[in-house]
């Protein structure tokens, strides 16, 4: 598929960017982390290259998404009157 890698960069972009928005995004954060383990469970059925580019944009996607996490809790520790998204139970 041609344009398969600028796709997968494209969600790449947008799931690093969700994340670290992490304050209006919550519903979001869910879906995408799913998003990103079917891409990846569904890349080793695909070629040797594929595979590599997906999990090589899937480890940059979780490092941002655990990035994102503690630095939400430094920031919640700093203003404790806000809504904590780790405290949420929705999924």
Do not use: G
Request: aromatic letters at 14%.
């Amino acid at each position: 598929v041609p344009d398969f890698e600028k796709w997968i960069n494209l969600v790449r972009e947008f799931s690093c960017k969700t994340f670290q928005s992490w304050q209006w995004s919550p519903n979001s954060i869910f879906y995408l982390l799913s998003l990103w383990s079917r891409l990846v469970t569904a890349s080793r059925n695909s070629k040797k290259e594929e595979c590599s580019f997906i999990s090589s944009c899937a480890i940059v996607v979780v490092e941002v998404y655990i990035d994102s996490r503690v630095k939400s809790v430094s920031y919640l520790m700093q203003n404790p009157n806000q809504d904590d998204p780790l405290d949420e139970e929705d999924h």
